[in-house]
């Protein structure tokens, strides 16, 4: 079995493992999550409704990825690819969702700031307001896909650059299907030199101030909210310590999966090319770990907060609440709690 069949069965059998689990999570988040989660709980439930939508837009687009001397293209091998008015703009509408995911991922990094750091400030998340929270992501999402449908759109010079690999490794005519590619330097043809597009360079940079944003956003609000809590061990009881403990590991866990799954993969694609190393069909590779994401985030929760965990495992529920910043058993913390 060659590498992209390979890549084909795990695309597929993570959208249906992000499908089922995230329908669990969702179960678990509206009927068994206790108060203690707060509002936190709301934005659990927008980012596991959101990776269902994200691994239903992957399925339907199935991009396939490639790099081609200074130059990178996703197509869609999906059941629209040979129709562009739908085609392009789901291959763009994947790109921005995937622009969307890693901002509602610092969202929920930021919501633990303020929850530890902060907890004065948890207004900003009650009623009404924690929309005008999720503003940025949709932006974010309005931004990275409009940068992609009207920056990196197809043209007759992209087309006959990428014929022979779309046709080579992936059976697909370039000159039909639907495709968005950042041409960053043009190789030289019978008419034109070699040269720089610095038009393709826009798109670039939009989308490594997104990318670079959202990851320090992510490491700036994670490391000041870790540093509040080991601040806080003195004053904290046993069982308060480790709460904080295990909220550590999660917070940890959810740093990592996207890092080694989005960010580092999603990065080299875009930014190896502009150096002239030349990925080639290896990098269809992105698709698979960008794909696995929306399973694996998901199961991470499942499996460390207390409460989801000991309902999974039919494990008997402690009754008592200990806050997560004061260590003192009496009403519900309003941040999000696991052991």
Request: hydrophobic share 45%.
């Amino acid at each position: 079995m060659d590498v992209e069949k390979i890549i084909q069965i795990i695309q597929y059998a993570a959208f249906v493992s992000a499908q089922l689990i995230n329908v669990v999570l969702l179960y678990l988040l509206f009927f068994r999550a206790s108060s203690s989660f707060g509002r936190y709980r709301v934005l659990m439930i927008v980012f596991s409704m959101f990776a269902m939508v994200y691994s239903l837009i992957e399925v339907l687009t199935f991009p396939v990825m490639f790099c081609k001397g200074r130059s990178l293209c996703i197509a869609s091998d999906g059941p629209f690819s040979s129709y562009r008015p739908i085609g392009v703009p789901l291959v763009s509408l994947y790109c921005g969702s995937f622009g969307m995911c890693i901002s509602l991922l610092a969202l929920h990094f930021f919501y633990r700031y303020i929850a530890v750091c902060k907890p004065d400030k948890l207004y900003y998340f009650e009623g009404k307001r924690i929309i005008y929270t999720l503003i940025p992501c949709y932006t974010i999402l309005v931004i990275w896909t409009s940068n992609v449908y009207f920056l990196m759109s197809i043209d007759a010079e992209k087309e006959a650059i990428y014929h022979d690999v779309l046709l080579e490794n992936y059976n697909i005519d370039s000159y039909k299907a639907s495709f968005i590619s950042m041409l960053y330097k043009s190789p030289a043809s019978d008419l034109t030199p070699e040269h720089w597009n610095f038009s393709q360079l826009v798109p670039f940079f939009i989308c490594c101030v997104i990318l670079n944003s959202c990851l320090f956003a992510i490491f700036y609000y994670g490391s000041k909210a870790l540093k509040q809590m080991n601040n806080c061990g003195a004053h904290m009881s046993k069982k308060t310590k480790e709460l904080n403990r295990q909220l550590c590991l999660t917070l940890g866990m959810q740093t990592l999966l996207p890092l080694f799954t989005m960010y580092l993969p999603a990065g080299c694609f875009i930014i190896l090319p502009i150096f002239g190393i030349e990925l080639g069909a290896e990098a269809n590779k992105t698709g698979a770990f960008i794909g696995v994401y929306p399973a694996l985030d998901p199961l991470i929760a499942i499996l460390l907060i207390k409460e989801f965990r000991s309902f999974i495992f039919c494990q008997k529920k402690s009754l008592a609440k200990v806050s997560t910043t004061t260590g003192r058993v009496d009403k519900p913390a309003s941040t999000f709690q696991a052991t």
